[in-house]
């Protein structure tokens, strides 16, 4: 924000019961103001099995749904006075109202999330380790939910999260992309439904969970490092990451990146390399049909 006057910035994702209402409103006017109108605001409700630990409620549709039209109704400068599933509330109001109400966008997998996606939503933010066949069902659930309540299916931005490693070695690979899809897969649910979404076999999840070095720890990601995840990943497939990441030379990488946007995507984010591995990719993309 401070230093460019194009690039837009956002969240992906602020998750529902780590920041008051009032609170995510206020960060996100004034990250709007500050960036001239180039905020997006991710939400998402992906903690799921680390609530109890947290002590916050476990978010749901219900809740997420209450949550973004509260921050709307903020950002319109409206006094709430309401009890529901994200909350209750007595003459809540934020009194800084910014000149535009950022876009907010939805991080979500299954049909549920993806269809309140295209009701309420201005967009839809897709998770890692999805197929272009899976993320094409995604599009189309999202637009088609668009229509069927009266808005433009056209208006809402499609974001597909691509895991990346372009030209990098194989041990930053390891780190960057199959420990990656272990922090995933590993997570009870989570795992499931992207294995559902792709339509692959939910028994290489036994396999991984029962992995020697994940035995006992919970969710993997919160105990073991990046590097403790590694061996794990050996009992995943090599073609669900030909299928569903971006692993050689930066010009595949950014092939895999175009597919993803013929498949209906709006936008690819990048998602495991950092912003200086992926620098190669920029040049190459408007090369790319």
């Not at 933010?125 to 069927?148: D, G, K, Q, W, Y």
């Amino acid at each position: 924000v401070a230093v460019t006057e194009r690039v837009t910035v956002g969240t992906a994702l602020i998750h529902q019961g780590t920041r008051h209402p009032l609170t995510i409103a206020a960060m996100s006017a004034t990250l709007q103001t500050m960036s001239g109108g180039r905020f997006v605001l991710g939400i998402g409700r992906g903690l799921g099995a680390l609530t109890p630990s947290l002590g916050v409620p476990r978010s749901t549709l219900a809740s997420i749904e209450h949550l973004v039209t509260t921050l709307r109704r903020l950002w319109a400068g409206d006094r709430i006075t309401e009890t529901g599933p994200a909350g209750s509330f007595r003459g809540m109001r934020f009194a800084d109202i910014p000149e535009s109400a950022p876009p907010v966008l939805f991080g979500t997998i299954g049909p549920r999330g993806l269809e309140l996606a295209g009701r309420e939503f201005d967009g839809v933010i897709l998770h890692p380790f999805l197929t272009t066949e899976a993320v094409n069902r995604s599009v189309t659930i999202v637009r088609e939910s668009a229509e069927r309540a009266g808005r433009d299916p056209s208006s809402l931005h499609v974001i597909t999260t691509l895991v990346a490693s372009p030209d990098l070695p194989s041990e930053r690979t390891d780190l960057a992309v199959r420990s990656r899809a272990v922090s995933y897969f590993q997570v009870r649910g989570l795992g499931e439904q992207l294995v559902e979404w792709n339509g692959w076999d939910p028994a290489v999840l036994d396999a991984l969970r029962n992995h020697p070095t994940l035995s006992g720890h919970g969710i993997a990601d919160t105990s073991l490092t990046r590097d403790g995840l590694v061996a794990a990943s050996e009992s995943l497939p090599d073609e669900w990451f030909e299928a569903a990441a971006a692993v050689g030379p930066a010009r595949l990488c950014v092939e895999r990146g175009h597919q993803y946007l013929a498949a209906g995507a709006d936008e690819v984010l990048i998602h495991g390399a950092s912003p200086a591995e992926a620098a190669a990719m920029v040049p190459l993309w408007a090369t790319e049909p």
